[in-house]
C-alpha cells in the first residue's frame, strides 16, 4: 500500500535531528566540549551522582519510547495513514472497475470505434487524477510527519530548558547518533528517567 509506506520509525529521524541541537544548547561555559564529541567511559565507581556544572546524558530511545506524547501523537499519524490509504485503495479498486468495464465494451462490440476512443481519454484522464491525488496523499503525510517530529522535538527542548535552568548542568548529552554520543557513562549521570517523569507530567497539564 502506497500509504503504509510513510509510517515511520520515528526514533531514528527524531534522533539525529536533536542530537546538535541539545548539545548546542545546553553548552553554557563550555564551547570546546560542545564541538567535539564526548566518550564517556564508566569507571567502575557508580556512586557518582549528577550535580551542577556535571557533564550528563539522556538515552534517548528510551525517553522517546515511554513519553506519552510520542505514543499519543504516533496513534493520531497511524489512524491518519491508514484512512488514507483506504481512501486509496478505493478510488484504485473504482478505477478498475471502470478499466474492466471499457474492455468488456470494447470486446463485445458495444460501443463505436469513437465511442471506444472517448473511453480510453477518459480512463487515461482519471488514470492521471488518481496518481495525483496518490502524490497529493504521500505530500500530506510526509507534512504529518514532519510536523509530528517537530512537535516532539518542541516539547522535549522546551522542557529541558527549564528543566536546566534549576539543575545547571554543564552540558546535556545523548546516547543517540553520532555527535557528541555517550558510549558508555556512570549510572549516576544518566538523567533519563528523572526528564521522562517531568515530561511526562508536564503532558498530563497540557492535554488537559
Known sequence: MIMKKSIIILNAVWGAAIITLFALHFCNSCEKSCRTPVAAENNGDSSIAATAGSIVYIQLDSLVHRYDMFH?????????????????????????????????????????????????IKLQQKQQELQQYAEKLRN???????????RIYDAV????????????????????????????????????????????????????
Do not use: C
Not at 478510488?91 to 462490440?109: L, P, W
Not at 500530506?140 to 517537530?150: C, F, K, T
Open 140 to 150: 500530506d503525510m510526509a507534512e504529518e510527519e514532519a510536523v509530528m517530529l517537530r
Open 72 to 120: 499519543d501523537l504516533r496513534a493520531e499519524f497511524e489512524q491518519k495513514a491508514k484512512a488514507a490509504d483506504e481512501d486509496l485503495s478505493r478510488r484504485g479498486r473504482s478505477f478498475d472497475r471502470d478499466v474492466k468495464d471499457a474492455q468488456e465494451k470494447v470486446q463485445k462490440g458495444l460501443v463505436t470505434h469513437s465511442q471506444a476512443e472517448e473511453l480510453q
Open 157 to 208: 527542548l522546551t522542557y529541558l530548558t527549564e528543566y536546566n535552568k534549576t539543575h545547571n548542568y554543564a552540558l546535556i548529552l545523548s546516547t543517540t547518533g553520532s555527535t557528541n554520543t555517550v558510549l558508555q557513562g556512570n549510572p549516576g549521570l544518566n538523567i533519563t528517567q528523572d526528564v521522562l517523569t517531568g515530561l511526562n507530567s508536564a503532558y498530563v497539564t497540557v492535554k488537559k
